[in-house]
C-alpha cells in the first residue's frame, strides 16, 4: 500500500488570501497526500506580509522549511522552481490527480485561460486542461471586470472549477481561522477529501 495518496499540485499566487493557500498545504499533508507546491514570486511576498512567514529563497529550502513547520513525511511535499521543467507537473505523462491555484491572481487566471506557459505554474495548470484533470481556482479579486468574468467563463466551459475566496457566515465564525476554514473545507469538498474542518449544513 502507498504511503501517501495521489499527489495534488497547490499553487499559491500573489492575490491576497495566503492564508487559505497554507492552511490547504496543512490540511492536505495531515490528510496524508503528497503534495507539489509551486509558490509565485509575488505569492512569497504576500506570504510574508500577511502572515509573517519569512520563507527562505530557494525550492530546496522552502521545502524543507514548510516540511518542518508542517510536520510533513518524508518525501511527501515537493517545491518545485518556476523554471523547473523537469519537475513532473510539466508534462502530460505524469499529471497529479488534481490541481488547485490558492489564491489565484486575476493575472494568473488570465495567462491559464490564454493557454500560456511562461512558468511552471502556467504549464502545469496548462497540462491539468489538456489532460481533462481536475483544476480548482481560487480567484481573489473585488469587483470583478469583464475582463476577469469572461476568462472564468471560458474557463468553467472547459471543466474548470472556479471558487472565489467567498467564505459564508452562517456558522457564525468567531476567528479568522473559522472564516479561512470554511473556504478551504469547500475546496476539500472538490478534492473528495474528507475533513472535519467546519459543520455541514443541516448538521447542526
Known amino acids: 500500500m502507498p504511503k501517501y495518496g495521489k499527489p495534488i499540485t497547490l499553487a499559491i499566487t500573489g ?24 509558490l509565485s514570486r509575488p505569492g512569497q511576498m504576500v506570504i510574508k506580509m500577511e502572515t509573517g512567514l519569512d520563507l527562505p529563497n530557494t525550492p530546496t529550502d522552502i521545502q524543507t522549511y514548510l516540511s518542518r513547520h508542517f510536520r510533513a513525511g518524508e518525501g511527501q511535499l515537493r517545491v518545485f522552481g518556476r523554471e523547473q521543467w523537469t519537475a ?13 491555484v490558492c489564491p489565484c491572481t486575476t493575472s494568473t487566471l488570465s495567462s491559464i485561460a490564454c493557454g500560456a506557459s511562461n512558468n511552471l505554474l502556467e504549464r502545469a495548470a496548462d497540462v491539468m486542461l489538456k489532460e481533462q484533470r481536475k483544476l480548482i481556482l481560487v480567484v481573489r479579486e473585488t469587483p470583478f471586470s469583464a ?17 472565489p475566496a467567498c467564505p459564508g457566515f452562517y456558522n457564525q465564525p468567531q476567528t479568522i481561522d473559522e472564516i479561512v476554514d470554511f473556504m478551504v473545507a469547500r475546496i476539500l469538498d472538490q478534492l473528495v477529501i474528507e475533513h472535519r474542518l467546519t459543520p455541514r449544513w443541516g448538521e447542526g
Open 15 to 38: 492575490a491576497s488570501g495566503s492564508a487559505y493557500g497554507l492552511r490547504l498545504l496543512q490540511t492536505l499533508l495531515e490528510a496524508k497526500r503528497r503534495v507539489y507546491l509551486l
Open 147 to 163: 475582463i476577469h468574468l469572461e476568462n472564468m467563463l471560458k474557463l468553467a466551459r472547459l471543466g474548470v472549477v472556479v471558487m
Open 88 to 100: 513532473p507537473v510539466a508534462s502530460g505523462s505524469n499529471p497529479p490527480e488534481a490541481m488547485v
